[in-house]
């Protein structure tokens, strides 16, 4: 197959970044990439008993999980961290089309293997959990636990919520918008330096091809790229799921409101009442310290409880 057409953010665009000391690492072996290179932390012990694989959504990159980082290491735990490709510090490919439910997917599942993680804890927001929940059925035997904050299955059996109807629009009308200032308008507790590390993988608008198109991506009608997997991930986490759960949930939240929240909670066998966070918006990982003890101590125990 030909290769994909890409461009790379410069290193020194990342120098600096606050509260990030962890270096990159690179693959550029996966089948599905044909080339492209994907940035991910991998920090901790290879042999520990617990792998947290933390995956992002749009238009973050897996520096929204610094927070909870520090924790997971802290109990002698590995954390494992992509960026997907068109984030962070990935190549981004510049032909919108390139990025599909079914190729992220992809990447990620082979990325699962190549790294051959194992006792793993999913941890999952946005566009993390629309693909990421939708991993653990190809290779139950790797996965034990299941960190959800703010996301949902893209089942495509209601209609999208008007919240991101909204957002959608916004970014059709404003495909250069500020993502810096959109993390800042929902956590008024960050720095600007803070803030300019989510814009510092996009230094022009040729790079934000990815941030073009997952808005589009998420799947309306059942015909749609992504739906047919995600009913049948809905249907492994209410049937065959047999590890711990938890759930985070970031009420000021305009998009995936308690009550959708609750709804996935639902089809997650034996997930407990969310952790309520109440000054957290989307990206509740940037209140993630809390999130993330609470998960040391639900989920880093093993074997999973009985059913």
Request: charged residues 20%.
């Amino acid at each position: 197959m030909d290769p994909i057409a890409f461009q790379r953010t410069p290193d020194a665009c990342f120098e600096g970044l606050p509260g990030h000391p962890w270096a990159p690492r690179y693959l550029s072996d996966l089948p599905a990439l044909r080339g492209l290179r994907l940035n991910h932390l991998d920090e901790g012990p290879r042999d520990a008993p617990v792998t947290w694989l933390c995956l992002h959504g749009n238009p973050t990159w897996s520096y929204v999980y610094r927070r909870m980082i520090p924790v997971f290491l802290a109990a002698g735990h590995r954390v494992v961290a992509p960026d997907l490709p068109g984030f962070g510090r990935s190549d981004k490919p510049v032909d919108v089309a390139q990025h599909s439910f079914g190729w992220h997917r992809q990447v990620l599942l082979e990325f699962v293997q190549r790294l051959d993680l194992q006792r793993v804890r999913l941890v999952v927001q946005d566009w993390g959990g629309l693909l990421g929940l939708t991993l653990p059925m190809e290779s139950p035997g790797r996965y034990q636990g299941l960190l959800v904050m703010n996301t949902f299955l893209a089942t495509a059996e209601e209609p999208l919520p008007e919240g991101f109807r909204q957002w959608r629009a916004m970014c059709r009308s404003r495909p250069d918008f500020g993502i810096g200032r959109l993390l800042a308008r929902g956590n008024p507790h960050l720095t600007p330096a803070e803030c300019a590390a989510y814009d510092a993988p996009f230094p022009d608008l040729g790079l934000r091809a990815a941030t073009r198109a997952f808005p589009e991506m998420v799947p309306e009608h059942p015909q749609a790229d992504g739906v047919a997997v995600s009913r049948e991930a809905a249907r492994f986490w209410s049937e065959a799921w047999t590890g711990r759960s938890m759930m985070a949930v970031g009420l000021q939240d305009p998009v995936f409101s308690p009550g959708a929240m609750e709804a996935l909670r639902g089809r997650i066998r034996g997930c407990p009442p969310p952790m309520e966070m109440a000054e957290a918006g989307h990206f509740v990982q940037e209140h993630g310290e809390a999130i993330a003890v609470e998960a040391v101590r639900r989920l880093a125990a093993y074997p999973a409880r009985d059913r």
